[in-house]
């Protein structure tokens, strides 16, 4: 059965960068058939697609957060990552990560992390 | 971008209703969308792909139809369980998901 987990800090400080790590276990992030995505959800608002990678290393990102969105890979490690920079109170949200196996359809889910901004 | 409207937001209904959920998109998709279900303190779960597949597991009492611009979900019969909110997501150019249905036990 395929699991994803996601880690990193909790509590990260205003203008810093948000770093999260999402483990792939159960079946290999290097499939030719998926992407692996993260998605946000403030507390109590819906939900938000971050970006999504492919085991090759493209990616493509939300146009509204592009400019501060960095998703990579690392196939030996069966690990994705997201780095958020120059983060914000209105960047505290839930973060999942998820697989991707067709259009729309995100199968696998992370629990979640919640990541707060604060000083 | 592409916006999707969902509706209602919120609804109340009885175990044994059917309901509706509809979400239109501000321009065409085919059918790249899907239907997913959010409990409290949850990662949502996926429900219906590809506008009308069901995903695997899922109760059959879940169905999805629409093409192009506007689409619906329906549960055939509202079981207990069933209460939760629901989101479509659109995934024909960078994933947009609705704003969210809130199901409420009436």
């Known amino acids: 059965q395929l699991q994803l987990q996601e880690s990193g800090p909790g509590l990260v400080k205003p203008s810093e960068t948000l770093s999260l790590t999402c483990t792939v276990s159960?079946?290999?992030?290097?499939?030719?058939?998926?992407?692996w995505g993260w998605i946000r959800q403030p507390p109590g608002k819906g939900l938000e697609w971050i970006g999504s990678?492919?085991?090759?290393?493209?990616?493509y990102y939300n146009p509204s957060l592009k400019s501060r969105v960095t998703i990579s890979v690392d196939t030996s490690k069966n690990q994705f990552s997201l780095k958020l920079s120059s983060v914000t109170a209105a960047d505290t949200a839930v973060y999942y990560c998820?697989?991707?196996?067709?259009?729309?359809?995100?199968?696998?889910w992370g629990q979640g992390t919640l990541v707060t901004v604060s000083s | 971008a592409i916006q999707m409207t969902q509706s209602p937001s919120s609804l109340s209904a009885s175990v044994g209703d059917r309901v509706t959920i509809t979400c239109r998109a501000s321009?065409?998709?085919?059918?790249?969308l899907g239907w997913y279900q959010q409990k409290p303190g949850k990662a949502p779960k996926l429900l219906i792909y590809?506008?009308?597949s069901l995903q695997s597991g899922v109760p059959s009492r879940f169905s999805g139809s629409g093409s192009g611009t506007d689409f619906t979900l329906t549960i055939s019969s509202l079981q207990p369980e069933d209460f939760a909110t629901y989101y479509c997501?659109?995934?024909?150019?960078?994933?947009?998901f609705g704003q969210g249905t809130k199901v409420e036990i009436k």
């Open positions: 997501l659109q995934d024909y150019n960078y994933p947009s």
């Open positions: 990678i492919y085991y090759s290393g493209s990616t």
């Open positions: 998820a697989r991707r196996r067709s259009m729309a359809n995100f199968d696998y």
């Open positions: 590809a506008a009308s």
């Open positions: 159960g079946g290999s992030i290097s499939s030719s058939s998926y992407y």
């Open positions: 321009q065409g998709i085919r059918n790249d």
